[in-house]
């Protein structure tokens, strides 16, 4: 979501600099990646990931824009689901992944997808996965740097706009 309208947006990014550049706010969904890997010889389990909120306001009442999917693959995956909108949030296992604890290592690492959803509100958020490795054990904060949390705004009822593979401008979008 941007709070300009879409003559001033610049055409989808080929750069994550684009998010800053605009202001932008994840609408609706929010996918975040998280590649985990041991930096010893020593083995690490991951034991848990909690989510913790920071605020909860009305939804933005700016422009949606669509930028499209990406892919990737290679390397395991655990996939959790994250209700923004529940009374308490928390990451839920994915149909299809096993979940936490899982093990990694230099040699071994893991990805953890957390998609998150809102469709009642404006949520700043961040993560804490929860670790061990021999004796030592610890958490650790996953946000956008500097203890900047995600944020994710609902969209209902806001205008919404893509941009053509070959186009030339944002177009109203056929999408919600």
């Known amino acids: ?16 600099e684009w998010v800053s ?5 994840a609408g609706r969904y929010q996918s975040i990646e998280i590649t985990v890997q041991g930096t010893g010889r020593d083995t690490v389990v991951l ?16 422009n949606a824009y669509s930028m499209g999917e990406g892919c990737g693959g290679g390397v395991g995956t ?16 994915a149909e299809g992944s096993i979940g936490l604890p899982v093990k990694v290592s230099e040699d071994d690492p893991e990805i953890i997808e957390v998609t998150a959803e809102t469709t ?25 740097g500097h203890g900047t949390p ?23 979008g056929p999408f919600r």
Do not use: C, H, K
Not at 21 to 25: E, K, L, T
């Open 120 to 144: 009642s509100y404006d949520v700043s958020w961040y993560l804490e996965l929860e670790w061990s490795s021999g004796n030592r054990q610890g958490t650790l904060p996953i946000d956008l």
């Open 1 to 16: 979501m941007v709070n300009r309208p879409p003559s001033e947006v610049p055409r989808p990014p080929a750069v994550p």
């Open 21 to 25: 550049q605009v202001g932008a706010v």
């Open 47 to 62: 034991t848990g990931l909690n989510v913790r909120i920071t605020r909860i306001a009305a939804p933005l009442a700016w």
């Open 78 to 93: 655990q996939s959790y689901a994250l209700d923004l909108d529940a009374a308490r949030p928390r990451p839920v296992v």
């Open 150 to 172: 995600f944020r994710t705004s609902a969209v209902n009822g806001r205008p919404l706009y893509y941009y053509p593979i070959d186009g030339q401008a944002w177009e109203p």
